[in-house]
């Protein structure tokens, strides 16, 4: 299997020789529609003025006067009418021509053998040297009639050119080669250093640094990629710390299940104590219970592996239903519920919703202080807004960085009794999340705590 490397310089090299050849073709069909006639008319112009300056000084030797045109680097070829042929200059390479074309000539009529005659491509046919690629025009001297073939020596005109032009094709195939090469490298280079640091990442490796200072496609690919292994990187971290956050939680009440159910079976407790330690291990076996619900239900909105099955309910129904179903804890520390809930129809999950409600309400209540007040409003706008505002504790502002994290708890401690898994209210974003909506809390400690829950209207909404 071929490298990059390889690949793009044999490419670049194909589209060297494939661009030359183009433009030789596109050369060749610009000389065979324009500068084939030219060139012909511009050497019939040059013949017939060597015609007229002969015919006008007839004294002169004709022999003589055509040595003398064929130094100026020409090339004549003379046929008398007996047939008699004379050459001048450098000779032709190959001096066939039909009796027919030399009697046409002899009767007064021009030969144009540039256009009348085939000569194959470009270099082929301006650099013919043979009595075809020749214009012959008739010559009268000394009372007889003779055929002139000239044609320039473009060997004798151009040879220099031609030594120049082909040194410059092979300067610039070569060089073209020379810079394809080095300039490939500079191209696959990054893409090399790309491949080794996506092996590292694949290994586990998160500390990658790569060049994001190039302003161009690599650049922008350099550094979407490191900020994937950033987040590749936090994803990991997050992976493990929840596995250790879930390792404490069952770990927790599994060691408080084990240590009260050996002491009951040890028989050194008293029938009292056996029925608190029950109490005990049902409590905890129902926190076991709870937090696998809510692994589940994460791991279920995680997936949307049909979690989330939306249908019509009235939705300040449901929440005057959460309070009831929560009314003894609220009863219980005298607290007092201000409602507004104007009558609402939504389309959404009834199920996961009411979690939402009843994480969201259970924890204002559970940090209000007795007789506090908590208020629940429901807006009708372009979204449907439900606040619930307290004045209970509040949040600190740290605290509300992580507010969302799974597993974080405010209570550093860990204080069972006034905190839960910790994952009350990731779940609740998540579900409001699937539901379409949006989460905001802002609290201030001492003073009391604000949730905005916003949800997409639907038709069904008054």
């Given at each position: 299997m071929k490298s990059l490397y390889v690949r793009l310089v044999l490419t670049f090299i194909a589209i060297v020789i494939i661009s030359g050849t183009l433009g030789f073709l596109?050369?060749?069909e610009y000389y065979q529609r324009n500068l084939r006639a030219y060139n012909e008319e511009k050497i019939t112009r040059i013949g017939q003025q060597i015609v007229d300056m002969y015919e006008h000084n007839d004294s002169l030797d004709l022999s003589g006067f055509m040595t003398h045109i064929a130094n100026l680097n020409f090339q004549l070829y003379l046929v008398d009418e007996n047939g008699v042929k004379s050459e001048f200059g450098a000779p032709f390479r190959e001096e066939k021509v039909e009796p027919e074309v030399v009697q046409k000539v002899l009767a007064g009529e021009i030969y144009r053998g540039i256009t009348e005659e085939r000569h194959g491509l470009f270099v082929t046919g301006f650099f013919e040297n043979t009595l075809k690629n020749s214009i012959g025009l008739p010559l009268e001297a000394n009372g007889k009639r003779y055929a002139l073939f000239v044609r320039p020596n473009i060997e004798q005109q151009f040879g220099e050119v031609h030594i120049l032009f082909a040194f410059l094709l092979v300067a610039m195939f070569i060089l073209s080669l020379v810079l394809i090469l080095i300039f490939t490298r500079?191209?696959?280079?990054?893409?090399?250093?790309?491949?080794?640091?996506?092996?590292?990442?694949?290994?586990?490796q998160y500390d990658i640094r790569l060049d994001i200072s190039r302003r161009d496609e690599i650049g922008d690919l350099a550094a979407n990629f490191t900020q994937m292994t950033q987040s590749l990187k936090q994803l990991d971290e997050m992976r493990q710390e929840f596995v250790s956050?879930?390792?404490?939680?069952?770990?927790?009440?599994?060691?408080?299940?084990?240590?009260?159910?050996?002491?009951?079976?040890?028989?050194?407790?008293?029938?009292?104590?056996?029925e608190t330690y029950l109490a005990i291990i049902e409590e905890e076996s129902r926190r076991l219970?709870?937090?696998?619900?809510?692994?589940?239900?994460?791991?279920?909105?995680?997936?949307?592996?049909?979690?989330?099955?939306?249908?019509?309910?009235?939705?300040?129904?449901?929440?005057?239903?959460?309070?009831l179903m929560l009314e003894h804890q609220w009863q219980q520390k005298k607290l007092y519920i201000e409602l507004d809930l104007p009558e609402v129809t939504i389309t959404s999950d009834k199920h996961l919703l009411s979690q939402v409600w009843v994480n969201l309400i259970s924890n204002s209540i559970k940090f209000t202080p007795p007789a506090g007040t908590i208020t629940i409003k429901l807006e009708v706008g372009a979204q449907l807004v439900v606040t619930i505002a307290d004045n209970g504790i509040g949040i600190s502002e740290e605290e509300l960085?992580?507010?969302?994290?799974?597993?974080?708890?405010?209570?550093?401690?860990?204080?069972r009794e006034a905190t839960g898994s910790g994952l009350g209210l990731s779940i609740v974003r998540k579900i409001i999340q699937v539901a379409g909506g949006t989460i905001e809390i802002q609290s201030k400690e001492k003073v009391g705590t604000t949730i905005a829950v916003r949800l997409p209207k639907n038709e069904q909404t008054p």
């Open positions: 596109l050369a060749n500079y191209l696959v280079k990054p893409l090399q250093t790309l491949t080794k640091a996506t092996k590292k990442l694949a290994e586990g956050n879930v390792s404490h939680e069952i770990q927790s009440p599994l060691t408080s299940i084990q240590g009260f159910s050996q002491a009951i079976r040890s028989g050194g407790v008293t029938r009292e104590q056996q219970s709870a937090l696998s619900k809510q692994l589940l239900t994460l791991a279920s909105l995680d997936k949307e592996t049909g979690q989330y099955e939306p249908s019509v309910f009235r939705l300040d129904e449901q929440i005057r239903q959460v309070i960085k992580h507010i969302f994290d799974r597993f974080y708890k405010g209570d550093k401690a860990r204080n």
